[in-house]
């Protein structure tokens, strides 16, 4: 990464060791808790469409949506809700048709400033009752999850990205050919997953898992 980039990579892509992403990243996904018993509920976030209208509403943000933030551990109160799936609902489906469809963040040649579509939606939805930034951002990687990186403070603070998180991500994905973003994709790959897992959710698995301070379980 050149030193233009401001994003700082999660160490097991600092130290290019593949075994040990690949551990993280099953850890997170596969691996049952000790304490329950289950799965993280971020695990099942990527391919959680219980009505089976995820695609049909992709430009709608449904109860569906608000029930799939709290796998990753938010909360929307219920005037924030409402407000949601009422007074707001024509607002935030503009915003979505102007975003467009879902796509690889990668092959964003634009800097992504607050004029950008997802970033104005992003504003949009911190005017809601109840949501903050991480919420806001959740339910933007929701409805496009290839295109709109999560933020938290756990990721933000392990990627550097605490004041701005999605053009850096944006800038070190495309830089040298896109290797980075190619990259994720292999690590992805090699974990045992499909494209229902984008390559910005490995990203974002990596760095919260560093975060929460898990070691990578790897021989040598």
């Known amino acids: 990464m050149s030193d233009a980039v401001a994003l700082r990579l999660p160490k097991v892509l600092r130290d290019e060791d593949d075994d040990a992403a690949v551990d993280v990243l099953q850890e997170y996904f596969t691996r ?10 971020g695990a099942l976030w990527d391919t959680f469409d219980p009505s089976g209208r995820r695609d049909i509403d992709r430009d709608v943000v449904t109860a569906d949506d608000l029930v799939a933030v709290t ?4 909360k929307i109160p219920a005037q924030g809700a409402l407000i949601l799936l009422g007074d707001k609902s024509a607002e935030l489906t503009s915003l979505l048709r102007e975003v467009g469809e879902d796509r690889d963040l990668a092959v964003e040649s634009d800097p992504i400033t607050d004029e950008s579509p997802m970033v104005r939606l992003e504003a949009a939805l911190t005017e809601v009752h109840g949501i903050g930034r991480t919420t806001a951002t959740k339910l933007v990687a929701r409805k496009r999850p290839r ?10 603070l392990q990627l550097g990205t605490t004041v701005a998180h999605t053009e850096p991500i944006r800038a070190a994905l495309r830089e040298n050919d896109g ?8 690590l ?24 929460k301070k898990y070691v990578p379980n790897v021989d040598g």
């Open 32 to 41: 049952k808790l000790v304490k329950t018993g289950y799965l993280r509920t």
């Open 147 to 156: 295109l709109f990186p999560i933020y938290d403070r756990v990721i933000g």
């Open 188 to 211: 992805r790959a090699k974990a045992g997953f499909d494209e229902g897992v984008p390559a910005l959710r490995i990203l974002d698995v990596l760095a919260w898992m560093q975060g």
């Open 71 to 74: 796998l990753l551990s938010v």
């Open 179 to 186: 290797a980075l973003h190619g990259w994720l994709v292999e």
